[in-house]
């Protein structure tokens, strides 16, 4: 992380500011059942960081004295593998509140967690699932030799239970990750060769495709450094930036919260250490933050955030804009 965050601070990136805060990003923990190259959090199963019951408390009475959030968004690591994951739902649809599961498919059938995609379904949980490529070698390669088939099976539960089926308004949707440095394929085109190939071969079902740009930090931006591709990288996400996607970065409505409950402008900028200040110095933590505050805030950036403005654009939710379309494939 070090070397990645020298590179990348100083930066000529537009400057930025809170619109206000609509979703919260929790990071449950980096623990993790799979230890994927592309992952921008290092996750894996060794790691051991979680969130505590304590600060899991703190955020849910942050949402119940914040009514402009609309959105809980889980991630990790594994989100699942927390202990106190259910609980948070549970309180968070209580409260009114969209929840996403950052859900990486193969955690629904390790041991413990068979009853996960029926838990989701009851409390009608949108999912979005990291499936790199709809080619069986390209996501083993990515993700571990035997991840495709897992994640197909878990696919396959999630739809026996009305997800990724037009009527029944539980939303399942995959996300792309390139598998090197480069930008991913415009995602109207790339989502539709998704439908088709996993629909026609698989029999398998999903609402929407989200197409994210590879950041060059942690496990990924090691990976550049060590390869002598990061300065390239980096050169390709700035000649592909487009002012037009400013407008809709995810930093303009969001704030990312780590698992000791520290607050940042978004999940990159938690794995770089760029914190949102606290109101005496040092980082901002949940139990202190409060809307009104961090509404028309500035925002932390730094080179990674080209990230995000390449091409169409990247954020949590897909593309922000359109491009045109090539012959689509997930197997760059």
């Not at 955020?59 to 009514?67: H, N, Q, T």
């Not at 940042?264 to 760029?274: E, I, M, R, S």
């Not at 005496?280 to 955030?305: M, N, P, V």
Request: hydrophobic residues 40%; proline residues 5%; glycine residues 10%.
């Amino acid at each position: 992380m070090h070397a990645t965050l020298h590179l990348l601070t100083h930066t000529d990136f537009p400057a930025l500011t809170r619109r206000g805060v609509e979703t919260l990003q929790l990071n449950l923990g980096y623990r993790c059942n799979q230890s994927c190259l592309h992952c921008h959090v290092n996750a894996g199963p060794k790691r051991t960081e979680e969130m505590t019951a304590e600060t899991i408390d703190a955020a849910i009475d942050f949402i119940s004295a914040s009514p402009g959030i609309a959105t809980l968004d889980l991630t990790g690591g594994a989100p699942e593998l927390n202990p106190q994951f259910r609980r948070l739902v549970i309180a968070a649809r209580a409260r009114g509140l969209r929840v996403i599961d950052r859900c990486n498919l193969t955690i629904l059938e390790e041991p413990g967690f068979e009853d996960m995609a029926a838990f989701l379904a009851t409390h009608r949980v949108e999912i979005v699932a990291s499936l790199p490529c709809y080619l069986e070698e390209n996501v083993d390669q990515q993700r571990g030799k035997g991840v495709f088939e897992a994640s197909l099976r878990g696919l396959r539960q999630l739809n026996a239970l009305g997800y990724g089926r037009a009527a029944s308004g539980l939303l399942l949707n995959l996300v792309y990750n390139p598998q090197g440095p480069s930008l991913p394929p415009p995602q109207a085109a790339l989502q539709a060769a998704y439908k088709q190939h996993l629909g026609e071969k698989y029999g398998v079902a999903f609402n929407e495709l989200f197409t994210l740009a590879n950041m060059p930090i942690q496990r990924f931006g090691s990976m550049l450094i060590s390869k002598g591709q990061f300065n390239a990288y980096m050169n390709t996400l700035r000649a592909a930036h487009r002012d037009e996607n400013l407008p809709q970065v995810m930093c303009r409505s969001l704030v990312s919260v780590d698992w000791q409950g520290y607050l940042y402008d978004c999940d990159f900028n938690q794995q770089l250490g760029l914190a949102i200040p606290g109101p005496t110095g040092g980082r901002l933590h949940i139990s202190q933050a409060s809307l009104a505050a961090l509404e028309d805030a500035s925002i932390r950036i730094a080179d990674h955030c080209y990230g995000c403005t390449a091409g169409q654009g990247s954020s949590c939710g897909g593309a922000l804009g359109h491009e045109a379309a090539p012959a689509p494939t997930c197997a760059a």
